[in-house]
């Protein structure tokens, strides 16, 4: 079968973001499908095309997946206006697509929620089966966050998502919460399956060459967090834990920020003020670089801010890539990836906002490196047997063939 595949954020492995829907346009191939992905131009991604754009787009073959990259422009750290134009002038050109390209089934990915609008239309307007994968539950987190408080702007997302679930022949979620969210919103539960972010094995099974930031050398305890520097994110607490780390005297302990985001000049500018010198910022890498940065540190931090909604509806890119890099895992916030880091002794949980139990975890982790070792080696146990990104696309590509017959 032919699949149009909408995803405004797509990235080959040469960019510095996530990659599943790489992985998965590319299992969709080798299983004998035909993919196409539409696209935007996203900050630190990568799709591979290189030609001009004319009339606003460009078109070309990567790896065998079929690309039409719109030429919109976006970054984490643009402000919400800029954002949300962004989200709909795709969706508004992604119609265009749906309505006159020749397929068989349609799938879209969030986020941004928009992203079911072709999904919609190609629904009802072609009678085409319809897949929508949810990788956050929106409005519900934007709201607890409180990014986002206009109850008319509100009130149109959740009539958005309502609409995008109903006409949805089929729908993924990538973490137990957005699975629960789903079915709160009536769709049943055997029309939903949860795919979660997966490992990308092969990628650190062979790391590039090891490398360490400026500032950090092998005998400090690295701790490395790869992720976006934005509101959900609150990397304050990492600030924190670092300046408890002074207080202390331990600076044999170096926490590495590695990405991009709004907030990411404001976190510099404290770090500087408080001369926190133990924090070591840098730009985003691509996978194969990050992989040889993860081989080189001792701990990954999965740092995100303590609102209920992010327990259990949210399922982090670099939580996997920690534990497929064989890192124990730091993780500040309670939720399903804090049970299972308890329950496979492959890291440490701390309560949020403890500055203290945090700075603790690092000391522990510094002073007992065989214990490290171990809690690493048990993270990589799980992403073999529970999280292999190619056993979890070959999942995917059932759900979607299920639908098709």
């Known amino acids: ?46 799709t591979g095309l290189e030609s001009p ?63 079911g609008i072709p999904g919609i239309f190609a629904r009802w307007f072609r009678n085409k089966p319809f897949v929508f994968e949810v990788r956050d539950l929106w409005p519900e987190l934007p709201k607890a966050m409180g990014v986002i408080r206009n109850p008319v702007i509100l009130a149109a997302m959740s009539f958005l998502e309502w609409a995008s679930y109903r006409s949805a022949h089929r729908v993924i979620g990538l973490s137990p919460g957005i699975v629960d969210g789903i079915a709160h919103r009536g769709v049943a539960r055997d029309r939903i399956e949860m795919i979660p972010n997966g490992c990308d094995l092969d990628i650190f099974n062979t790391p590039a060459e090891p490398w360490l930031p400026a500032g950090v050398d092998k005998s400090h305890l690295v701790a490395v967090f790869a992720g976006t520097h934005g509101v ?10 670092a300046r408890e780390l ?102 440490f949980v701390v309560p949020p906002d403890d500055a203290a139990l945090f700075a603790d975890a690092l000391i522990q982790a510094a002073d007992d490196r065989d214990e490290l070792r171990a809690k690493g080696a048990r993270g990589r146990e799980l992403a073999v047997r529970e999280f292999d990104r190619r056993k979890l696309a070959d999942r995917f590509v059932d759900w979607l063939e299920g639908v098709a017959r």
Request: positive net charge; contains cysteine.
């Open 1 to 46: 079968m032919k699949v149009l595949y909408f995803h405004q954020h797509f990235s080959t492995p040469k960019g510095a973001t996530g990659i599943r829907s790489y992985e998965m346009a590319r299992r969709l191939v080798a299983r004998g499908h035909q993919v196409t992905m539409v696209c935007g131009s996203y900050g630190g991604g990568q």
């Open 53 to 115: 754009f004319v009339g606003g787009k460009r078109k070309g073959t990567v790896d065998g997946i079929e690309i039409i990259e719109f030429d919109l422009a976006y970054s984490n750290s643009d402000g919400l206006f800029v954002r949300a134009l962004s989200f709909l002038k795709f969706a508004v050109r992604s119609i265009g697509i749906a309505l006159t390209e020749r397929y068989d089934l349609v799938f879209a990915t969030t986020t941004p929620l928009t992203a």
């Open 232 to 241: 959900a994110n609150k990397l304050d607490a990492v600030l924190d834990a």
């Open 246 to 347: 002074k207080l202390r005297k331990r600076d044999d302990i170096r926490l590495v920020l590695i990405g991009q985001g709004k907030l990411k000049p404001a976190l510099q500018k404290r770090a500087a003020e408080e001369q926190l010198d133990n924090v070591i910022f840098h730009d985003p890498v691509n996978k194969a670089r990050l992989s040889g940065l993860m081989a080189s540190a001792d701990l990954g931090l999965q740092i995100l801010a303590n609102v209920p909604a992010f327990y259990y509806g949210t399922s982090p890119n670099k939580f996997f890539d920690y534990i497929a890099s064989g890192l124990p895992v730091l993780n500040n916030y309670p939720g399903w990836l804090a049970e299972m880091i308890s329950t496979e002794n492959c890291g």
